[in-house]
């Protein structure tokens, strides 16, 4: 005898859950669409019934969830998971070198009595940098929901800052700069579900982005006798500006992920910082005439970084576990 054909609201309801992970939907799609039809009652096909809204977010979340690691989860998603986090851990703790330096910098330049710059008077910089370097610190000491809270309103506030630049802004490095302040935040989010392993990093660590950024920031305000030493001086320092160490640091790791063996999460973690950090630099790499000390550097670096992606990228994708298969149950 043949099994009457599913109604419309479950096909609807199997076409939802068709964003699961195929092994985890054959082993618990019939539970639950069982559960959702019984929460909706008995709805006729004449009625064009939906699955509800919040019905659809619980299915989103759970299948973030599992392919990043969470319960029920194979190998192969717990690797996606631990890089996901990774590159959350990274692009925040980039941001906060920047928030430090951004912090830092007017204070240094009011205290060698010279002009803020335009737009300093305005709140909303700080504001964020501020809370890129408390999301950043919240989650190094394992308190993902605070980090996320105020990644979430840092995030917002720099995308904001970043859409309202110059139109020359616009053109060339508001879009790598929208990722750089995005990607972070989106990857906290996925990355640190409820059933993700807490883990609180040492204070050493949270402190190296302090450590970075306030000699950047700090050495141009410096009382140096205004000679040629002094002026190489400050040219050569223009060099170590926390986004120029970021990117070096993540060209050495990655070269040292390659070297030693490193997880495959990690090499596609560095892969992905390495990749943000190129869009960030590209900008600042296209050749002006008479500011070689600038882009020259910075096209050096770009090269660099993409020489490195590549094999990143392909042994850490060869290196993941397989896939878990689905397994079916015998035929009726």
């Given at each position: 005898?043949?099994?009457?054909?599913?109604?419309?609201?479950?096909?609807?309801?199997?076409?939802?859950?068709?964003?699961?992970?195929?092994?985890?939907?054959?082993?618990?799609?019939?539970?639950?669409?069982?559960?959702?039809?019984?929460?909706?009652?008995?709805?006729?096909?004449?009625?064009?019934?939906?699955?509800?809204?919040?019905?659809?977010?619980s299915?989103?979340?759970?299948?973030?969830?599992?392919?990043?690691?969470?319960?029920?989860?194979g190998?192969?998603?717990?690797?996606?998971?631990?890089?996901?986090?990774?590159?959350?851990?990274?692009?925040?703790?980039?941001?906060?070198?920047?928030?430090?330096?951004?912090l830092?910098?007017?204070?240094?330049?009011?205290?060698?009595?010279?002009?803020?710059?335009?737009?300093?008077?305005?709140?909303?910089?700080?504001?964020?940098?501020?809370?890129?370097?408390?999301?950043?610190?919240?989650?190094?000491?394992?308190?993902?929901?605070?980090?996320?809270?105020?990644?979430?309103?840092?995030?917002?506030?720099?995308?904001?800052?970043?859409g309202?630049?110059?139109?020359?802004?616009?053109?060339?490095?508001?879009?790598?700069?929208?990722?750089?302040?995005?990607?972070?935040?989106?990857?906290?989010?996925?990355?640190?579900?409820?059933?993700?392993?807490?883990?609180?990093?040492?204070?050493?660590?949270?402190?190296l982005?302090?450590?970075v950024?306030?000699?950047?920031?700090?050495?141009?305000?410096?009382?140096?006798?205004?000679?040629?030493?002094?002026?190489?001086?400050?040219?050569?320092?223009?060099?170590?500006?926390?986004?120029?160490?970021a990117?070096?640091?993540?060209?050495?790791?990655?070269?040292?992920a390659?070297?030693?063996?490193?997880?495959?999460s990690?090499r596609?973690?560095?892969?992905?910082?390495?990749?943000?950090?190129?869009?960030?630099?590209?900008?600042?790499?296209?050749?002006?005439?008479?500011?070689?000390?600038?882009?020259?550097?910075?096209?050096?670096?770009?090269?660099?970084?993409?020489?490195?992606?590549?094999?990143?990228v392909?042994?850490?994708?060869?290196?993941?576990?397989?896939?878990?298969?689905?397994?079916?149950?015998?035929?009726?």
């Open positions: 005898m043949t099994e009457p054909d599913p109604v419309l609201l479950e096909r609807r309801y199997r076409f939802v859950l068709r964003i699961l992970p195929g092994p985890y939907r054959v082993e618990r799609e019939d539970e639950m669409v069982a559960a959702f039809m019984e929460m909706s009652g008995e709805v006729p096909d004449e009625r064009n019934p939906r699955p509800r809204w919040d019905e659809v977010a299915v989103v979340a759970l299948a973030v969830r599992v392919r990043l690691g969470g319960a029920g989860a190998p192969r998603s717990v690797a996606w998971g631990e890089a996901v986090r990774l590159v959350a851990l990274l692009g925040l703790g980039f941001q906060a070198m920047l928030g430090v330096h951004g830092v910098w007017p204070a240094a330049s009011a205290a060698a009595h010279l002009p803020a710059p335009a737009g300093a008077t305005s709140p909303f910089p700080a504001v964020a940098d501020a809370l890129w370097v408390v999301a950043f610190a919240a989650v190094m000491r394992g308190f993902a929901g605070p980090a996320k809270v105020a990644a979430v309103v840092a995030g917002a506030v720099s995308l904001l800052l970043i309202a630049g110059p139109a020359v802004q616009l053109s060339w490095a508001a879009p790598p700069a929208a990722l750089v302040a995005s990607v972070p935040v989106l990857a906290l989010l996925a990355g640190f579900h409820t059933e993700a392993p807490a883990t609180v990093r040492p204070w050493r660590l949270l402190l982005p302090v450590a950024a306030l000699p950047s920031a700090l050495l141009p305000w410096a009382p140096l006798p205004w000679t040629s030493a002094s002026e190489a001086l400050l040219a050569l320092w223009s060099l170590f500006y926390p986004e120029t160490f990117t070096v640091a993540c060209a050495a790791a990655g070269v040292a390659l070297r030693r063996g490193a997880a495959p990690v596609l973690a560095l892969a992905a910082a390495g990749t943000l950090l190129l869009a960030w630099r590209l900008p600042m790499a296209w050749p002006v005439p008479g500011a070689e000390m600038v882009w020259g550097p910075a096209a050096v670096l770009c090269g660099v970084l993409a020489v490195v992606i590549v094999p990143l392909v042994t850490g994708t060869r290196l993941l576990p397989p896939a878990r298969r689905a397994k079916r149950g015998p035929a009726a």
